[in-house]
């Protein structure tokens, strides 16, 4: 047993130390063992963008699952305030589910920390963040979700965008937030298609 810490330490000794994120990056593209590229990934995160080519390295094609999950985790564990959260969001609209998915995870580490982010999307001008960001909200589903939904939908007038949160609230909405279901379905009368989603979502909620 004794041999093999003595070997492991060993090992450990001849792990480099990286000046730069060019170093850790050339030591990670230069190694095919999953350890060594795994211990270039943890160190790049100490230097300045170090996490935006963590982020980067998700959104490529060739980037095998194992690196990918290794890289969520190592994203997870940076401190939220100096986390790259606004770039994790945008994996939120990639095709590729396994990244959409490891993306959720990291998000919902983050915690409360990520409000800002979509406070700032809520209440701006384009329409598309403003339904990017109650993606967000109902894909990580952190306690503020519901209450950040029916702020928007008591405000909201792009139909879109309403029906947006709509759909979410047929998930996470209480009983108790039937009479504003109800108020939104008056302001968009004239949409047929509203009334089918708004009903659709009453029915789910007092199900």
């Known amino acids: 047993m004794a ?17 730069s994120l060019e170093e850790a990056i050339m030591y990670y593209e230069d190694n095919e063992e999953f350890d060594k590229r795994s211990y270039a990934l943890e160190e790049m995160v100490n230097f300045e963008d170090g996490s935006h080519f963590l982020v980067d390295k998700l ?6 699952k194992d690196t990918a999950t290794r890289i969520a985790a190592i994203l997870a564990n940076l401190d939220p305030k100096l986390a790259p959260i606004e770039q994790v969001m945008e994996l939120l609209k990639l095709s590729n ?26 209440i701006g001008d384009d329409y598309d963040l403003r339904i990017f960001a ?9 306690a503020e979700s519901r209450e950040m939904l029916i702020e928007l939908l008591e405000n909201e007038e ?11 609230m047929a998930e996470i909405g ?17 949409e047929t298609y509203a009334a ?6 009453i029915a789910a909620i007092e199900a």
């Open 196 to 201: 089918f989603a708004i009903d659709a979502a």
């Open 3 to 19: 041999l093999i810490k003595r070997d492991e330490k060993i090992e450990q000794d001849k792990l480099p130390s990286f000046k």
């Open 59 to 64: 959104i490529e094609h060739d980037t095998h």
């Open 158 to 168: 792009n139909i879109n965008v309403a029906m947006t949160a709509v759909d979410y």
């Open 97 to 122: 589910a396994y990244v959409r998915n490891l993306a959720i995870s990291i998000l919902q580490d983050y915690g409360k920390e990520i409000k800002y982010y979509i406070v700032k999307f809520l």
């Open 174 to 190: 209480q009983p108790e937030d039937v009479e504003l279901l109800v108020q939104v379905k008056q302001k968009f009368k004239d």
């Open 134 to 142: 109650i993606n967000v909200l109902g894909d990580v589903n952190f």
